[in-house]
């Protein structure tokens, strides 16, 4: 009967030991490269610096295997934004707040061989917006497509719709993935590509 109860005590603080272990492991932040495997392996890539989270594949494609599958839809602006809007209304890889990026924000994707051009040129926004001043476009001859191929596998060599422009000039602003160019007079009926971007 001792023995027993002795065995019982000895289990019973095997298995303590062991959830204590478990719990102190829940605290420890996996590690960059754990992380950098975790995100490959979803349709969802995080900005480090920024804490944006952006879809992998533009809208029309699928995450499928690492890679963006199918064809990327060519929508006009207002198609683009209720498309956005349809991803939060089923909450898209577990997320409803997804929206078109800002011309910053999707400017900051391009990736240049030998970087961006010193030149810059500003951007008039909406009257109640203060207007952005970004580089213009890659510095000499470069890779395509002009984005980190590795976080945004098999985007298409054309324009994507950003979130910003003029409604007072109907004019809209769209990146070029094919040579880093911003279009700054996008017509809204012009189509475009579309890749969503969320908040932290």
């Known amino acids: 009967m001792k023995k027993s109860m002795l ?4 289990k019973w ?3 303590a030991l062991a959830a204590v272990a478990l719990l102190a492991g829940c605290d420890q932040a996996a590690s960059p490269k754990e992380q950098a ?5 979803t349709a969802v890539v995080v900005d480090a610096a920024t ?9 029309g494609q699928t995450w499928q295997g690492g890679r963006c599958v199918g064809e990327a839809e060519a929508l006009s602006l207002m198609d683009a934004q209720e498309r956005v809007q349809a991803l939060n209304t089923k909450g898209h890889e577990g997320i409803s707040q997804w929206r078109l990026p800002t011309i910053v924000e999707l400017a900051a994707l391009r990736r240049c061989d030998h ?3 010193d030149e810059t ?3 008039e926004l909406s009257p109640e917006r203060e207007p952005v001043t970004v580089p213009r476009w890659c510095a000499r001859e470069t890779s395509v ?3 980190d ?4 596998p098999d985007t298409p060599l054309r324009k994507f719709w950003s979130g910003s422009g003029s409604e007072a000039a109907q004019h809209f602003y769209a990146v070029d993935f094919s040579n880093a160019w911003i279009g700054q007079n996008e017509a809204a009926e012009a189509t475009h590509a579309v890749r969503p971007v969320a908040d932290r």
Do not use: E, H, M, N
């Not at 065995?7 to 000895?10: C, E, F, I, K």
């Not at 191929?149 to 945004?152: D, K, L, V």
């Open 51 to 59: 804490g944006l989270r952006w879809l992998r594949c533009a809208l």
């Open 115 to 117: 970087g961006l051009v």
């Open 13 to 15: 603080k095997a298995a």
């Open 145 to 147: 497509p002009t984005i």
């Open 149 to 152: 191929s590795a976080r945004f």
């Open 37 to 41: 495997s975790a995100q490959a392996s």
């Open 121 to 123: 040129f500003t951007l």
């Open 7 to 10: 065995a019982r005590d000895g």
